[in-house]
Each structure stands twice: as structure tokens, then as C-alpha cells.
């Protein structure tokens, strides 16, 4: 017998003859949905049934899906781009509040950023994102990964908020996280970031991270201002430099 049969049995099961009582479907289906050890017929037969659900208990029993990976690997992703289309689905209303709690303690944010892609216009989606980024600070912290992709992520888009909100993290202590936030920086070509980038090329260790700095002056077209080109010079790797017009410039 299925889990979806037994669940079934039980809902019609009276021991008067009454009308049975309500059953909470998406609680009942939570725990075999979002279990690494359930059979997988019956998760998939769970996840099934959340999806048709397209409850906001549904949408929470779903996101569990995205907490763990199962071989082969075909399947694993099955299961999660169905869990996916069950909670887009469900829609904004239904889904929204969910994956906010869920992405406030995730370990990951690649499925609930896919899903606010889905539901949301960009804007909006930029400006959910930022509010995920300020839960962060620069200091060190032992498992950053959350951070690392929303600065990522945030590459993506050219958004009046996003200078303001990434600028801090170009002195972020982790080095990623500086490189992705120069990405994001660069991204919103804003020539009122030109100071804050040089800053940071000045202080710099990390070759990457300069050189994605000096790739963007040398994109974007920005140029140094006179008392801080042999500054600037000095601080750039081997094959960049600075010429006669305050340009960063890249040998080859």
C-alpha cells in the first residue's frame, strides 16, 4: 500500500459513522516528501500531492526537498525541479512567506533565488535580495555561502539600490566575497563607485580581485584621478597600467 492509499484509508476511516475529520494533507505528506530515507515512489507520490495542494503548508513541506541530495543524481534533480514547479505553482501569495522563512536559515540559496526569479518581477526581486543581504555583515563568519550568492546573483542586475547595498562588502574579510561584490559593483556602472573600487584596488592582496577591478576601469572606460595614478600604478598586477589620460590599460 502506497502512502497516498494509506493516508486515504485513514481519512475515510469513522468508528461511528460520522463524517471523518479533516485531515492536513500537507502535513501528512511533509514528512515523506522531505525525507532522504522515505522510498522514493512514495516521496514522489508526496510530492505529487503538494503540488496539487498549492497551500502555503504545501509550499513549506516542498522546500524541504531542496535540503538534501539522493543518487542517482537524475532523479535528484526530478524531484526538485518538480518541487520547484509546485511551489511557482502555487503562486506568490501561497509561496512567498514560505520561502522567505526557508531562505532565512538555508544553507543554500539556489533554489529559493530560482523560485523568486519565477514569481517576482526584477525589481522586486532585487529588492528581496538586498534584504537577504543585509541579514550579512563583513566580519568573519565560518559558513558564508548564503552571502556568496546573493552577491553573485546580484551581478545579474542593474538596480539603483544594488551600489549602495554591495558597496560595503568590497571590504568584506573573505575574499570571495570581495571578488563577487566587485562583480556586482561593476555591474550597476556607476561611476559613483570609482572611489570605493579604487580603495579597495590600493588595499588589496588577492591578484583576482584586483584584476577584476582593473577589468571593469578598463570596460567601463573610468579613469584615475592624477594624485592617485602612480598609486594606482603601483598596486596593479603585471599587465595592467595606467596612461597618459588616467585610463587603466591591459597589455595583450
Known sequence: MSILQLFRKKKDATTDGSDPKPVNLAAKFAEAAGSKRAQPYDRQEAIEELCKLGTSEAVEALLKRFTFQIDPSITDQEEKDAAFEGIVAAGREAALAPVRAFAAKAES???????????????????????????????????????????????????????????????DVNEEARFNAVGATLAQKDANSVSALLKLLLDEESVRVKGRVADGFVALGWEVADDARDAVRKALPYAYSVDGSGRITKRG
Do not use: G, N
Request: glycine share 0%; charged share 35%; hydrophobic share 50%.
Open 109 to 171: 540559496l539556489s533554489w529559493p533565488m530560482r523560485i523568486l526569479a519565477a514569481l517576482l518581477p526584477e525589481e522586486e526581486l532585487v529588492d528581496e535580495l538586498i534584504v537577504w543581504l543585509r541579514r550579512w555583515d563583513t566580519e568573519y563568519a565560518k559558513f558564508v555561502d548564503p552571502k556568496l550568492q546573493i552577491l553573485k546573483r546580484l551581478e545579474d542586475y542593474c538596480h539603483p539600490a544594488i551600489r549602495e547595498a554591495v558597496e560595503p562588502f568590497l571590504e
